[in-house]
């Protein structure tokens, strides 16, 4: 049984300390209804005082954020750096259509002219086509769906709340219609289940008919209370799998053996439907063509 519980925030975006390609997050829900039972944010429950294992179940929503958006954004301090929308926790969850926050934390977007990232599990994200399409009008702003299998056996055990894999695929084509950049997120790759030839050239040939600007593949790492949440599913449902993925995350990440087979497999389906590896390359592009997006990154790759 799903728990809303409505808090409220000090600030909306939070300055990331690491290299990436964007330098805040935003996130306006704590915990994620969608279940995959490979999260990599369930340890953030622990700061809530709230059970991780019912981080499905325990949903914090940030009633103000709006507000608080509001006065990052229109500070003269605020340099329109890229910001993720989304990075903990899925935005557009089913959480989103009872508290429909992101209209308003677009129209900000919008009136500030500050550029985001948005990935998401859910095609709930159409609801706000055209506040999308303008603000990509306006500045960058990236569309991604996590897809992690076609098989949707599979598919809804790991992400049992999710939508159908076909359904985002759907998402990203409609918003190729824009300017937004789009991009398939095949993360993570679960060794054993969804890493065979079959399941990555059916993802890429449905990512080639969605036209998406580029494809981003990542295999599963486990830390904290995730490997336990994993491997609990993992010896309920696929008790087979259970020995040889112990053997391989003997650590957090797989080893470098199984990964460079792997991508050696990935590159040449990727290759064969000549899609784009490349994140940061529409970002990249629209720096030249001399929209207003700031990235700390590229003030050391473009010099």
Same mark, same amino acid.
């Given at each position: 049984m799903v728990a809303y519980t409505e808090m409220t925030c000090s600030v909306a975006c939070n300055k990331l300390k690491r290299k990436v390609p964007f330098a805040w997050d935003l996130n306006i829900y704590r915990g994620c209804e969608h279940g995959c039972k490979y999260c990599y944010a369930i340890y953030s429950h622990d700061y809530l005082n709230s059970d991780s294992g019912k981080y499905s179940e325990d949903i914090y929503v940030k009633t103000n954020i709006v507000d608080q958006l509001e006065k990052q954004l229109s500070s003269p301090s605020w340099k329109r750096e890229v910001v993720n929308i989304g990075g903990v926790t899925d935005s557009y969850q089913p959480a989103e259509e009872v508290y429909k926050l992101m209209p308003d934390i677009l129209r900000l977007m919008i009136k500030y002219k500050t550029p985001c990232i948005i990935s998401t599990k859910s095609d709930l994200i159409?609801?706000?086509?055209?506040?999308?399409?303008?603000?990509? +009008?306006?500045?960058?702003?990236?569309?991604?769906?996590?897809?992690?299998?076609?098989?949707?056996?599979? +598919? $809804?055990?790991?992400?049992?709340?999710?939508?159908?894999?076909? +359904? +985002?695929?759907?998402?990203? %084509?409609?918003?190729? %219609?824009?300017?937004?950049?789009?991009?398939?997120?095949?993360?993570?790759?679960?060794?054993?289940?969804?890493?065979?030839?079959?399941? /990555?050239?059916?993802?890429?040939?449905?990512? $080639?008919?969605?036209?998406?600007?580029?494809?981003?593949?990542?295999?599963?790492?486990?830390?904290?209370?995730?490997?336990? /949440?994993?491997?609990?599913?993992?010896?309920?449902?696929?008790?087979?799998?259970?020995?040889?993925? $112990?053997?391989?995350?003997?650590?957090?990440?797989?080893?470098?053996?199984?990964?460079?087979?792997?991508?050696?497999?990935?590159?040449?389906? %990727?290759?064969?439907?000549?899609?784009?590896?490349?994140?940061?390359?529409?970002q990249k592009e629209k720096l030249k063509q001399g929209e207003p997006v700031q990235l700390s990154l590229f003030d050391e790759e473009m010099q």
């Open positions: 159409l609801r706000d086509f055209d506040l999308i399409d303008e603000l990509s +009008r306006i500045t960058y702003i990236n569309v991604a769906a996590t897809i992690t299998c076609m098989d949707e056996t599979i +598919r $809804q055990q790991i992400e049992p709340n999710g939508v159908p894999s076909l +359904r +985002r695929f759907a998402m990203l %084509k409609e918003f190729s %219609k824009t300017n937004a950049s789009t991009g398939l997120h095949f993360m993570p790759i679960i060794p054993y289940l969804t890493d065979n030839r079959d399941n /990555v050239d059916t993802l890429y040939a449905a990512a $080639q008919e969605s036209k998406v600007s580029y494809v981003l593949p990542g295999v599963l790492y486990l830390r904290g209370n995730t490997r336990g /949440v994993f491997f609990n599913f993992i010896r309920s449902a696929y008790p087979e799998l259970f020995e040889p993925l $112990q053997a391989l995350y003997k650590k957090g990440g797989a080893p470098k053996e199984y990964k460079d087979s792997l991508y050696g497999m990935v590159n040449e389906l %990727k290759a064969k439907y000549q899609l784009s590896g490349s994140y940061i390359a529409p």
